[in-house]
């Protein structure tokens, strides 16, 4: 079973450019979830998505973040324009189901994003 | 809100040793728990999912116990090899239904010296 897919692995873009991050889940996951990790700390959950409508985006920096899912499969993460504190590794995962229960949550490899 | 830390932020050990890395949460209604490693420049890795009714997980030389009531999960590794050298992060669901929003600890950073 092929793994969640990100890409670019690494970008360096200064700051107030944009930038986009794409992601394409395991197959057959209706949850795609996207994490921003800052160096040293855990991740934390920009948005979450339920096929291709939004479940919870409520730590999403609106101003600046944006993100879709358009036909419930890939989804894409852009920031315009970034800032500095936006240097970070933005990790997209997937799971078959939301909610509770046996719900195992599979990551990619992540997007590094420098923020110069 | 939930919070979860974990102790220690590092830990260096000789290979071979058996080590404990310890979690703890504030709010003891979770649904599960789940364990991660992490190695540089990679993503997350799922090592252990335990359930809420559950008292432990384990996965070859992994053990993860979880005690909801005092609010602490620790994960065992026996016997460890430099190939168990990363960082290992814990989290648990802030709620259940349709949002599955994970709250993550910091990590802990594990070297294991050949």
């Known amino acids: 079973e092929a793994g969640v897919a990100q890409s670019p692995r690494y970008k360096i873009i200064e700051k107030r450019q944009s930038v986009a991050f794409w992601c394409n889940p395991i197959s057959g996951h209706a949850t795609l979830y996207w994490y921003q990790q800052i160096l040293g700390q855990g991740p934390k959950l920009l948005i979450q998505?339920?096929?291709?409508?939004?479940?919870?985006d409520s730590q999403l920096p609106k101003d600046r973040f944006s993100a879709e899912r358009l036909k419930g499969v890939d989804s894409t993460l852009k920031i315009q324009p970034a800032k500095l504190e936006d240097s970070a590794v933005y990790l997209c995962?997937?799971?078959?189901?939301?909610?509770?229960?046996?719900?195992?949550?599979?990551f990619g490899e992540g997007s590094w994003l420098t923020v110069v | 809100k939930q919070e979860v830390t974990q102790i220690p932020a590092a830990l260096s050990v000789p290979e071979g040793e058996n080590l404990v890395l310890n979690c703890s949460f504030t709010d003891s209604a979770i649904y599960n728990l789940q364990w991660f490693r992490q190695d540089p420049g990679k993503g997350l890795t799922s090592l252990l999912l335990i359930q809420s009714s559950q008292r432990e997980q384990t996965s070859g030389r992994l053990n993860a116990s979880l005690d909801k009531s005092s609010g602490r999960s620790t994960l065992y590794i026996a016997a460890s090899q430099p190939g168990d050298s990363a960082t290992y992060l814990c989290?648990?669901?802030?709620?259940?239904?349709?949002?599955?929003?994970?709250?993550f600890g910091k990590g802990t950073l594990l070297t294991v010296n050949p």
């Open positions: 989290a648990v669901p802030v709620s259940g239904g349709s949002n599955y929003k994970l709250t």
């Open positions: 998505f339920q096929n291709n409508g939004v479940v919870d």
């Open positions: 995962a997937s799971s078959r189901n939301p909610g509770g229960g046996g719900n195992t949550i599979y």
